[in-house]
């Protein structure tokens, strides 16, 4: 049994404003590290007292002091800043300290819209914003939760804003996950708009809806379900397909043959949830196979350890991947 150790921390200088920050309403913040760490917290004023694992306690009270910080300079913190925290630690390893290096990360990696400063998390996704940066196509395949849309429209809003493309391109293919197109109201755009919202909420976050909308309405940004790429050549676009598990290996095909002069092309798709009819292949997988080895063509795989959700989900994804394995493969897809 490990042994347990007290340590205490004073946290200076005194802030009642920066405290209840760090806490959290009714301790909110210090339950959930408690939960996730195993360390017990006892805390009166800005005096805390750890009881737990002798390194557990040395990495809590870094992390507090840490965060302590941020609340000092009137950073709100919540609960998904603390997962993601925990996350990049380790959970019950010692957070890392901001270092020089680090900072230096943020700066390259970093993705600079006019209304939000985006900071990829150090591992897959610096990598993939590496790679949409220096592949005129790029693939980001892994499940939910990633950051693998996100990212690629940052990367696009970031482009347009620089002009380093002329307008965006944002594709979803209209497949159909257990439901039926028909059924829906409206006319064909109001019928696939509720496949690409996490795209308009994407831009909305970044750009403002206003302005949106008004590059909407200018064709500088456009939303469309793939069918609509059929015969066009993209120029001086970022385009981004997503859910490309859902194309057909046609579907692939057409779209990368779409790609013109002064394009770059990122391609998201979680490979456990394709919506596809039964025996039909996926266009994402096809291409994971045709394209591998091509040097000109980015890859970045995510895995459940990036998922940057509620933790539950990460533990979902885990679970699912475990079955999957533990079954044969009675679905050629």
Do not use: W
């Not at 790429?229 to 859902?246: A, P, W």
């Not at 890859?299 to 679970?319: M, N, W």
């Amino acid at each position: 049994m490990t042994s347990q150790q007290t340590a205490t921390i004073l946290l200076e200088p005194n802030n009642p404003t920066a405290l209840i920050n760090l806490c959290g309403q009714f301790d909110a913040h210090l339950k959930l590290l408690e939960e996730r760490t195993g360390v017990e917290i006892r805390n009166r004023g800005n005096r805390f007292q750890l009881v737990g694992p002798e390194a557990a306690t040395r990495a809590m009270g870094r992390l507090l002091e840490q965060l302590y910080q941020q609340a000092l300079k009137g950073e709100e913190l919540t609960p998904e800043a603390l997962h993601l925290l925990l996350q990049d630690s380790g959970i019950e390893q010692p957070p890392k300290r901001k270092d020089k290096a680090q900072s230096e990360d943020d700066k390259r990696f970093g993705i600079r819209t006019r209304k939000v400063l985006i900071k990829p998390r150090p591992g897959k996704q610096q990598d993939y914003v590496h790679q949409i940066r220096t592949h005129d196509i790029n693939f980001g395949i892994g499940p939910a939760g990633t950051g693998k849309t996100y990212l690629a429209v940052a990367c696009a809003v970031e482009a347009l804003e620089r002009e380093e493309v002329s307008r965006i391109l944002l594709v979803r293919p209209a497949v159909e996950a257990g439901e039926k197109l028909g059924f829906l109201p409206g006319d064909l755009s109001q019928k696939v708009d509720p496949y690409l919202r996490p795209l308009y909420d994407a831009l909305y976050e970044m750009m403002g809806f206003e302005r949106v909308a008004k590059l909407i309405e200018r064709n500088v940004i456009e939303v469309a379900p793939l069918a609509y790429m059929r015969g066009r050549t993209l120029n001086g676009s970022f385009v981004i397909l997503d859910e490309s598990q859902n194309t057909t290996r046609e579907q692939m095909k057409m779209f990368l043959t779409r790609i013109g002069f002064g394009s770059t092309a990122v391609i998201t798709g979680d490979k456990t949830q394709i919506d596809l009819p039964k025996g039909v292949k996926s266009g994402l997988l096809h291409a994971m196979e045709v394209l591998d080895g091509v040097k000109e063509i980015g890859f970045t795989y995510f895995g459940s350890k990036d998922v940057v959700r509620h933790p539950l989900v990460q533990h979902i994804v885990e679970a699912y991947e475990r079955h999957e394995e533990a079954q044969p493969d009675g679905d050629a897809r």
